[in-house]
């Protein structure tokens, strides 16, 4: 059974950098054509998704975010990190991480429950 | 990468049919056959409930099917029941390794 957890900080202060950790169990990150995304969602509004990392280190973001996004994995530990710099209130979201499977899949199941983050001074 | 054009909501009444449909552009839902659907109750985390446009995850009711024409892809939920009241999100792949996710789709069974 694949789950996922996210944690990290549920408040920060704008211009701080945001640091959420993915910790799973089920599969492995370093099998071939694995990747783990993260996603968020702002309150009452729409997905998004945000970047994405695969087993072979290969990395992915979201254009429009792409220059405050890093994400990095941690295979002996079952972890994905997701840092986020700059924050600003319209950052405020629960955020999603979820896995990919591998062989050529181009979807994200299961997913995480989901982790709040609220950015306000 | 802009997020994909959904309907705001869609109603139907207990055995009816409802299409949402999820409309990108030639760089994503129009280019892949590569289009999933995600279903979101209050409070809980999406779950996939279609692939590759039209496939069905096990256990997934055959009551919903997917398809697309064009730059649109569109979700079927036929015979309307009270637990396919939900959010539901279309994704699709935007190459590169990228995705998009659609604006959302709010289901209300009247």
Not at chain 1, 9 to 23: A, D, E, Y
Not at chain 1, 38 to 64: M, T, V
Request: proline share 6%; hydrophobic share 30%.
């Amino acid at each position: 059974q694949i789950t996922l957890r996210e944690s990290g900080p549920t408040l920060v202060k704008p211009t701080q950098t945001l640091t959420l950790t993915c910790t799973f169990s089920g599969f492995s990150l370093s099998t071939s054509g694995v990747g783990v995304g993260w996603i968020r969602q702002p309150p009452g509004k729409a997905l998004e998704w945000l970047a994405l990392i695969y087993w072979d280190d290969d990395k992915r973001y979201s254009p429009s975010l792409k220059s405050r996004l890093t994400i990095t994995k941690d295979t002996s530990r079952r972890q994905v990190v997701l840092t986020m710099t700059n924050m600003d209130p319209v950052d405020t979201a629960t955020y999603y991480c979820a896995h990919k499977p591998s062989g050529g899949i181009n979807w994200f199941d299961p997913w995480g429950q989901g982790t709040p983050v609220t950015v306000s001074s | 990468q802009s997020a994909l054009t959904q309907p705001a909501s869609v109603s139907g009444s207990p055995g009816q049919s409802i299409t949402i449909s999820c409309t990108g552009t030639s760089s994503d839902v129009g280019s892949y056959n590569l289009v999933s659907w995600y279903q979101q109750h209050p409070g809980k985390a999406p779950k996939l409930m279609i692939y590759d446009v039209g496939q069905r995850p096990s256990g997934v009711s055959n009551r919903l099917s997917g398809s697309k024409s064009g730059n649109t892809a569109s979700l079927t939920i036929s015979g309307l029941q009270a637990e396919d009241e939900a959010d539901y999100y279309c994704c699709s792949y935007a190459g590169n390794s990228t995705y998009v996710f659609g604006t959302g789709t709010k289901v209300t069974v009247l």
